[in-house]
């Protein structure tokens, strides 16, 4: 049931009118054989019949001897015998002379009927049996006996069923043939609309979808669906704006906290330890929320497009400072492999990226943090490895979307507001690279930087 779920809408009624079709295809065949077998059957019997009046009447007249009473009749084709009441035979046809073909022994006037194969003289054919009960003048009793073969019945059914069947099977493809055209051209206008779909969600739902002229059910799915991009296109553009009004808001007030809380510390006696801690919390949480007003705004201008200040960057000079400042500031180990690497890029926005990385290996690591920059054919691979597990294959994803933390990470992240690994993607992207989340050779946590290199490297 689920594989027949996961084919398309074309696959499936292609698939079910075929079966169907096939169903009845069978039934009408096998209606049709046993409709014209019956009806053979039927006519073989009723000239049995009548050859086996024709001789009953000679025989009750006594025109001729019982002898030679089937003389006077024409066989075509069929097996006669005159048999006594007793149940020998008085006279047959060339074939069957020594043995009745049937049992049955019907009393004068009544007529019996039987099918039977294996007539001695045949090779097994079957017969359709008349048996007719008759008194000659003389008083006696006989059973006139016709066998009409059904041989040629069999084979009319047969070829009958068989050209039926070759020609019904022509129109089944042909009809299958047509139904998948039809399936076709009515499905391609919603594939294009698909199609449209993607490619506006691609560029972050800014378009329409082109309404065909048909007036019909698709055309009114296309204009529903531009009069949702519309309003999709309303709420997001008002969301954006939200969030950049809001940075902006918020950026001023923060910054005035920070400096009234520095300039408070630097005039207060140092020995006010209470108001010193104070001051500090606040202050910490004052940069916190400045962080995060900062990267609300980086993600809102990276809808509308990154602004970038492109010249020739050191990556390995990038990493280099983010070693220093991590040995500087904690207390486990800080392992660094670099490499001269140089691409063409935003010194300030790589330089964020990479940070944000870091940060984040830096809250979920408990023993280390290994940092790497090389070259790898054309690109400039940063490599960032903690000694947590490495994120499931399923989550890899979506832990770049913003917001995204996962469960296991929400009891041991420190600090984190969920959107640096959506800033870490934007901004690679925005420079034509890639970033992932995998493992790295040891089974650590790993977070793979891939940007195009520009062909030289710093010495």
């Known amino acids: 049931m689920k594989r027949w779920r996961s084919w398309s809408l074309q696959r499936r009624v292609l698939v079910g009118a075929a079966a169907v079709a096939t169903i009845v295809l069978v039934l009408g065949l096998t209606a049709f054989a046993v409709t014209l077998d019956r009806i053979l059957y039927s006519s073989a019997q009723d000239s049995a019949r009548v050859q086996a009046a024709q001789v ?29 009441r007793r149940g020998g035979v008085v006279a047959s046809s060339e ?20 099918q039977v194969t294996g007539i001695p003289g045949e090779t097994g054919e ?12 003389r008083g006696a009793e006989f059973v006139v006996v016709v066998g009409t073969p059904l041989d040629v019945a069999t084979d009319t059914v047969q070829t009958a069923t068989g050209l039926l069947a070759i020609g019904a099977t022509t129109l089944l493809v042909l009809l299958l043939v047509l139904i998948w055209r039809i399936l076709r051209q009515a499905l391609q206008p919603v594939e294009r609309i698909r199609s449209e779909v993607a490619r ?7 378009g329409h979808l082109t309404v065909p002229p048909s007036g019909d059910e698709i055309a ?18 008002t969301t954006r704006r939200f969030v950049s009004d809001a940075s902006h808001e918020l950026r001023s007030p923060l910054a005035t906290i920070i400096a009234a809380i520095d300039v408070a510390a630097r005039s207060k006696p140092l020995d006010r330890t209470t108001d010193q801690g104070r001051d500090e919390v606040i202050a910490s949480e004052a940069l916190r929320m400045q962080r995060l007003v900062d990267d609300l705004l980086t993600l809102a201008k990276a809808d509308d497009g990154l602004p970038l200040a492109l010249q020739d960057v050191d990556v390995d ?3 280099d400072v983010e070693v220093r400042r991590l040995r500087a ?11 001269a690497a140089r691409v063409t890029g935003d010194p300030v926005r790589l330089s964020q990226a990479i940070r944000n990385l870091v940060d984040n290996a830096a809250r979920h690591t408990t023993g280390g943090v290994d940092l790497g920059v090389g070259v790898d054919g054309g690109d400039v691979v940063v490599t960032v490895d903690n000694d947590g597990p490495p994120i499931p294959e399923s989550e890899r994803g979506r832990v770049f979307d913003r917001f995204a933390r996962l469960e296991e990470a929400r009891g041991r992240d420190r600090g984190g507001s969920g959107l640096g690994l959506a800033i870490v993607r934007t901004v690679v992207e925005a420079h034509g690279g890639t970033v992932h989340a995998g493992a790295s050779p040891t089974g650590q946590c790993r977070f793979e930087i891939r940007l195009p290199g520009d062909g030289a490297s710093s010495a």
């Open 56 to 84: 009953a009447d000679v025989v009750g007249k006594g025109e001729a001897p019982v002898e030679a009473a089937l003389e006077e009749i024409p066989g075509h084709g069929s097996i006669l015998q005159i048999i006594e």
């Open 95 to 114: 074939v069957a002379r020594r043995a009745p073909i049937t049992k049955l022994r019907p009393a004068p006037g009544s007529v019996a009927l039987d």
């Open 126 to 137: 079957p017969h359709a049996i008349v048996a007719q009960g008759v008194r000659d003048p």
């Open 200 to 206: 506006i969600t691609r560029v972050r739902g800014r």
């Open 220 to 237: 009114r799915l296309a204009e529903t669906m531009n009069l949702m991009l519309d309003r999709l296109e309303q709420a997001d553009a």
């Open 317 to 319: 000079d990038l990493v």
């Open 329 to 339: 500031t904690v207390e486990f180990r800080v392992t660094a492999s670099i490499s």
